[in-house]
Each structure stands twice: as structure tokens, then as C-alpha cells.
């Protein structure tokens, strides 16, 4: 069973969650004004860390360096979203939410529950009185978060470098990391999210392993509802007509970095069974195909 502390954290943050959503999306949606919405999201999650972490007090190693691994990565996305909005000036993605009072409210549905539920290991590790050595789930975990946040920042700096060069103009990226993966970023961002759930392992029992919410909400919201589907999608009707494009996606991981000899000499089933290559990902572009036969 949940603890009562872990009760009234659980329900803290999910509240404060709520009420933080709330406020930005009555801005985004009054003044129509999306620059701040993932500022909200990443913000979110450094208030909800250090709320837990100074609510509880007791500052055990654990707590701390969890705390930190949120606070940094966290601040460092949303620093980096909102220089980005402010440099392209509008982001696509909310081009069909701007007037759309529903789909908006869906999507900042979505980010409360994102936000909450990666969350979940920081607020059950720091409401916990439990204090056990650190153990390999905690090197473990440290070092998933580290890698993921690494690849997730390299594959950031890749991909705005790319967006600002005028070469770029009606080209698919596929420099630095984006040769190795159509992805990066979103690997990155799963790979580190799983940290946060290993790291947490020596402290959970019970029904605290609702924390395994977070890193398995996370991935399924980007491989099927707003990452991978989406981006997929866009660049099928943008460039699936291309052989280059075709022949890009077919050698080229959709999530796991992997070098493109290797990638592209897989057999499909094995691909879709274990590198998340799912026909989804390739619907349009066969549907594309199909046209241009």
C-alpha cells in the first residue's frame, strides 16, 4: 500500500500540477499566445522536484542527486524550447491548436500528465523515509539519465544548427547523430526518463511501483500519440516522393542510434519487433507510392 506521506505528495503535486496547466493554458488560449507553452511544461517539472525535495526535509544522497538529475535536465529543455520559439518565432506543432480552444485544452491534458507522471520516482523517492545504501540501480539509473541527457542535447544543438542554415531549405535532417537515428532526440529523452525509474528502484515496494507510470507513459506518448507518428507523417508528405528520402528511411533507425550499415541490412520483422520500426511509420510513405505509381 501507498504510505500516507506518499498520498499527500502524490496528491500535492498532481494539484499543483493541475493548477500550473491550468494557468497557462488560459493564457495561451485568451491571448492566443503559444510561446510560453512548453516553457510551462519544463518549468513544471522543477517546481514539482523541489517542492518535494524541500517539503520533505530530510536531504538523503538519493533525493538530492534525483532532485538534481530533474532540476537539470528540465531547466536545460526549457531554456532551449524558448530560445527556440523566440529565434523561429512560431512553433507548427500548435498551428492547429491557436484557434482551436479543445484541441488546446487536449494538449495541456497531455503535458499535466506528462509532467506528472515522469515525475512520479523523484516524489515517491523523496517522500519516502527510507534511506538505504547507494546500490547498482542507483549507478545504473545515474548513468541512463546522464547518456540520455547527453544525446538529447547534442541531438538539440544537431537539429537547430541544421533548422538555421539556409542549406537546409527543403532537406530532411541527417547530420551529427540525426545519421544515426531519424530520432535522437526522442531516444535521448525515453532512455533518461527510464533512468529516473531505476534510480528509484531501491526505495519503491508495493503499490509504489506506480512509478513505472512515467517512463512507459512517456514512451508510449512518442511513439504513438505526439513524437515519432507526427514527425513521421510530415515528412512522408513532404518528401515521399523523393528516392533519397525512401532510401534515408529505409537505412536509417527510427529511434535506437545505430550505424546505417548495420540498420540497413536488418530484416524488416526485425526491425519492427525489436527497433520500433512499425508499419505506422511507414504508411504515408507507402501511401505516397502508391500515388506516384
Not at 113 to 136: E, F, G, H, R
Not at 231 to 240: M, R, V
Request: proline fraction near 4%.
Amino acid at each position: 500500500m501507498l504510505t500516507d506521506t506518499d498520498k499527500e505528495f502524490l496528491s500535492l503535486t498532481a494539484t499543483f500540477t493541475a493548477g500550473y496547466q491550468l494557468f497557462f493554458f488560459l493564457i495561451a488560449a485568451v491571448f492566443q499566445f503559444d510561446k510560453l507553452t512548453d516553457f510551462a511544461g519544463s518549468t513544471n517539472f522543477v517546481i514539482i522536484a523541489l517542492l518535494t525535495l524541500v517539503k520533505k526535509g530530510s536531504w538523503h544522497l538519493r533525493q538530492v542527486v534525483l532532485t538534481a538529475m530533474i532540476v537539470i535536465w528540465s531547466t536545460r529543455l526549457a531554456l532551449y524550447l524558448f530560445f527556440r520559439i523566440l529565434r523561429w518565432g512560431e512553433d507548427k506543432r500548435y498551428d492547429r491548436m491557436r484557434h482551436n480552444v479543445g484541441n488546446l485544452a487536449v494538449f495541456f491534458i497531455f503535458q499535466g500528465l506528462w509532467v506528472w507522471t515522469v515525475t512520479l520516482p523523484v516524489t515517491v523517492v523523496n517522500a519516502s523515509d527510507k534511506d538505504p545504501s547507494i546500490q547498482a540501480e542507483d549507478i545504473i539509473g545515474w548513468i541512463m539519465w546522464f547518456v540520455g541527457t547527453i544525446v538529447e542535447i547534442l541531438a538539440d544543438k544537431d537539429k537547430f544548427s541544421f533548422k538555421n542554415s539556409p542549406e537546409s531549405k527543403g532537406k530532411w535532417c541527417e547530420i551529427g547523430l540525426w545519421k544515426y537515428s531519424r530520432h535522437p532526440n526522442y531516444f535521448g529523452d525515453i532512455l533518461l526518463t527510464w533512468g529516473y525509474f531505476v534510480a528509484s528502484l531501491p526505495i519503491i515496494e508495493g503499490a509504489e511501483w506506480l512509478v513505472l507510470i512515467g517512463p512507459v507513459f512517456l514512451t508510449l506518448l512518442l511513439l504513438f500519440v505526439s513524437g515519432l507518428t507526427i514527425l513521421e507523417k510530415s515528412g512522408d508528405k513532404k518528401f515521399g516522393n523523393v528516392e533519397a528520402y525512401r532510401v534515408y528511411k529505409k537505412r536509417t533507425s527510427p529511434l535506437i542510434p545505430l550505424p546505417r550499415s548495420i540498420y540497413g541490412n536488418l530484416p524488416y520483422w526485425f526491425k519492427a519487433v525489436f527497433l520500433f520500426e512499425f508499419p505506422i511509420y511507414n504508411r504515408n510513405l507507402n501511401r505516397n507510392r502508391t500515388k506516384q505509381g
